[in-house]
């Protein structure tokens, strides 16, 4: 079964920056699209990068410009590179494939001074 292993979360401060790694078990991570993901309590799980299988990444306006999405196919791992962080980032991170699939438990990011 597909599993993924999420790492890297913490407090920090505003603009400051944090990277998020991701290990995928269960499936051929190099033939699927992976992504990064976040939730906010009461709001719904948003899609925030994803990074096709020959590593090209697409990002939602909110986080363009300042998240950066990579992959290790010999790792079986996906990060995310958050630079520049804004209170509203503050959510649990998660990875899964896209479309999604079941998810870890994910990681928690806490922007705040």
């Known amino acids: 079964q597909v599993q993924f292993v999420e790492s890297g979360g913490g407090l920090v401060q505003p603009g400051g920056s944090v990277r998020l790694s991701c290990v995928v078990s269960g499936i051929i991570f190099s033939r699927n699209i992976m992504g990064w993901y976040r939730q906010v309590p009461g709001k719904e799980r948003e899609l925030v990068a994803r990074?096709?299988?020959?590593?090209?990444?697409v990002y939602s306006g909110s986080v363009k410009g300042r998240f950066t999405i990579s992959r290790d196919n010999a790792k079986n791992t996906v990060y995310l590179q958050m630079n520049s962080l804004k209170t509203d980032d503050t959510a649990a991170y998660y990875c899964?494939?896209?479309?999604?699939?079941?998810w870890g438990q994910g990681t928690q990011v806490i922007v705040s001074s």
């Open positions: 899964n494939k896209f479309p999604a699939t079941s």
């Open positions: 990074i096709f299988e020959n590593g090209s990444p």
